[in-house]
């Protein structure tokens, strides 16, 4: 605004000024508010007011007014921010907040990050956008930082903790691969998931290449506020229905509150092809660390490969990080958990060749599975047009609604869904060709579902996840 001492010699000229602003008592040069008269068209419209606070004076003394916008400069405590938000409520106004992500901002930045919202944005500022900076002083200043501080510093990659679990640059993790070209044919294939409680439930689609040492994160994906049901059939999808061995925690011998059973059993009923015991390190036991070492050595060694499409699971790999006592903080891990416990039951997964198909699955009534066989050499049971009452039964658990047309509208949409799957393993055409069918027709369903949700005035929070996990698009 000006050099010290000197109002009106910076960007606001001094003519602007519609008063003398309010300087903070105590002779610290500060300013408390100022006011900008306005003008359009040369005429003077009204005045424009701005009030400067600090974080120090805490969330009360943020409270009462009412604001056009808001540019919050630095990291600030969640209650500050959340009652700086709600001072744009009435009017309708825009809260803007701009940081460095060292030690990664808490739930703020995974919020803006993570939680879908349409009334939110982000925007990653790295240090080549800066053009002030010349290259070479940007190159001199990354080698002066911290090894851990660089990504933030340089890229904006939020910083977490003291450092990162899996400290390697994430472009050396993720790679572009066909699995039916770039995988070699005697991989042993393997599922990991990770059973939701309060958070998602997550599954990792795996391939280990045993002489070689490589092992790949070919898919994934995670659902919230779904049953197990859907984790079943959702797993089938994402395996091309071939019965492809699955790693499950620990914790799958627990009893589910509501039957009594064991988990992993639950799973199994349904028709899941569940190890027979829970994942263990080679060596025995099933903590964390060990596992998490020799993940680590495998990336060094780039023989951990990550697909591209696989953004969530990136994302918690950036923040995956360990506190001020150097133990993991288990905080949103859900995808990297799955990968973990197919990670360490690779030598129990199978080669595609070996793994038969789903066919029907348990439970399911009338309701056919995705194929009749691995090879798909076998027609694919035709598909209903309508659901068991099972069925519906966990859709409207899902949706929570009894909103007859929306409840029409996924039926349909869900048997368009399986007549395709049938279809496109009906023509065949090679693993990577059904895989991409079945990832369309699932997008096509929700698409579907999520429009049917706009038409009805429903929610359709958890539809635009599922539909961003296939296709990293929201709509």
């Keep these: 605004m000006s050099k010290q001492g000197e109002f009106g010699s910076g960007t606001i000229p001094l003519a602007a000024f519609a008063s003398k602003p309010v300087m903070v ?9 100022l006011s900008v008269a306005h003008h359009a068209d040369g005429v003077r419209d009204g005045i424009s007011t701005a009030t400067f606070k600090s974080f120090e004076q805490g969330a009360t003394k943020m409270q009462s007014e009412s604001v056009d916008w808001i540019w919050i400069d630095e990291r600030c405590p969640e209650d500050v921010y959340s009652e700086l938000l709600a001072r744009t409520t009435a009017t309708d106004g825009i809260l803007f907040m701009s940081y460095t992500p060292l030690k990664g901002g808490g739930e703020l930045t995974y919020r803006f990050l993570n939680e879908y919202s349409v ?56 790679g572009t691969f066909d699995p039916a070209t770039d ?28 002489d070689t040492e490589e092992f790949y994160v070919v898919d994934g994906f995670r659902m919230e506020r779904a049953e197990a049901f859907y984790h079943v059939k959702r797993l089938a999808g994402m395996c091309q229905g ?6 499950w925690p620990h ?26 015991t829970h994942a263990e390190n080679h060596g025995g036991g099933f ?12 990336m060094k060694l780039g023989k951990f ?16 990080h360990r506190d001020e006592d150097y133990k993991i903080v288990r905080l949103r891990d859900d995808l990297i958990s799955a990968a973990r416990y197919a990670f360490m039951m690779r030598r129990k997964g199978k080669a595609r060749g070996e793994c038969e198909g789903y066919g029907r699955a348990p439970g399911t009534g009338s309701i056919p599975w995705l194929v009749e066989s691995q090879n798909h050499s076998k027609s694919p049971p035709a598909p209903t047009s309508t659901y068991s009452p ?37 023509a065949g055409g090679g693993d990577a060709a059904v895989a991409l069918a079945i990832k369309n027709a699932e997008a096509a369903f929700y698409r579907a579902v999520i429009a049917s949700c706009v038409a009805n005035n429903l929610p359709a929070n958890s539809f635009r996840e599922g539909l961003y996990s296939l296709t990293g698009k929201w709509t």
């Design 25 to 33: 008592p105590g002779g610290t040069g500060s300013i408390d508010t």
């Design 119 to 174: 009334d939110r944005s982000d925007t990653r500022i790295e240090a080549h956008q800066a053009r002030h900076i010349s290259a070479e002083r940007r190159a001199q200043l990354e080698e002066n930082y911290l090894p851990h501080e660089r990504e933030a510093r340089i890229h904006g990659i939020p910083q977490l903790g003291i450092a990162r679990v899996f400290p390697f640059p994430i472009e050396t993790l993720v």
């Design 183 to 210: 995988i070699k044919s005697w991989a042993r294939w393997i599922v990991g998931i990770d059973f939701g409680y309060g958070h998602p439930f997550a599954a990792a689609l795996c391939a280990w290449v045993h």
């Design 242 to 247: 071939l019965r492809i061995p699955i790693a």
């Design 251 to 276: 914790d799958g011998l627990q009893h589910e509150k509501g039957s009594g059973q064991q988990l992993a059993e639950i799973y199994k009923r349904l028709g899941a092809p569940m190890l027979t």
């Design 287 to 298: 903590h964390t660390e060990p596992a998490i070492e020799e993940m680590c050595g495998y």
């Design 305 to 320: 490969t990550i697909a591209s499409h696989m953004g969530e699971l990136t994302e918690e790999i950036l923040s995956y």
């Design 390 to 426: 099972a069925h519906k039964e966990h859709l409207k658990m899902i949706i929570q609604h009894e909103n007859k047309t929306h409840q029409t509208t996924a039926n349909n949409a869900e048997t368009t869904r399986q007549t395709a799957v049938a279809a496109a393993i009906a």
